[in-house]
């Protein structure tokens, strides 16, 4: 079962984002729902969740702040704001998606179905690339990058231990 973890200072729109959930995707467990960066920061660190829905302006801060403070994990993104003039800036911070308040239904349902596909696809994609680079007989080694995984010759690059 899919995690996810509500961070945003408005008690209502944490409901709605909480009975958009439970209404249409039941296998996405919410483990939490909190008001603040401070507490945001504690519940990710603790959970791990693999989706986060983040409001942009918080009591104690804004979504990018936490993020900020994000050193060891960092869920999978969907911006929930009323700020429109935040969107390029949430996308530089790989933002998923970036839905304004009042958050309409029929788009949460389609911000949710770019996180759950974006996995599987990804998944698919780096299996391929994984079994081409292995079947061509050279020798690399596979770097996951926020772009997918690269692959580097070991010969090019001094390596204090020997790999095979």
């Known amino acids: 079962?899919?995690?996810?973890?509500?961070?945003?200072?408005?008690?209502?729109?944490?409901?709605?984002?909480?009975?958009?959930?439970e209404r249409y995707f039941p296998n996405i467990r919410l483990i939490a729902d909190v008001d603040s960066v401070a507490e945001g920061v504690k519940v990710i660190n603790q959970f791990k969740p693999e989706f986060l829905f983040l409001d942009i302006k918080l009591g104690d801060g804004t979504g990018f702040d936490l993020i900020d403070q994000l050193t060891e994990y960092v869920p999978k993104i969907i911006f929930t704001t009323a700020y429109d003039e935040f969107a390029v800036k949430a996308f530089r911070y790989h933002a998923i998606d970036y839905l304004l308040k009042?958050?309409?239904?029929?788009?949460?349902?389609?911000?949710?179905?770019?996180?759950?596909?974006?996995?599987?696809?990804?998944?698919?994609?780096?299996?391929?690339?994984?079994?081409?680079?292995?079947?061509?007989?050279?020798?690399?080694?596979?770097?996951?990058t926020v772009e997918g995984v690269k692959f580097v010759l070991i010969e090019n690059h001094y390596c204090p231990i020997k790999l095979f």
């Open 102 to 144: 009042p958050i309409d239904p029929d788009l949460f349902v389609i911000s949710i179905k770019k996180l759950t596909e974006q996995k599987s696809s990804y998944k698919k994609e780096a299996w391929e690339i994984l079994l081409n680079q292995v079947n061509s007989g050279e020798r690399k080694i596979g770097i996951p």
């Open 1 to 21: 079962m899919k995690t996810a973890i509500i961070i945003d200072d408005e008690f209502d729109a944490r409901r709605i984002l909480k009975k958009y959930l």
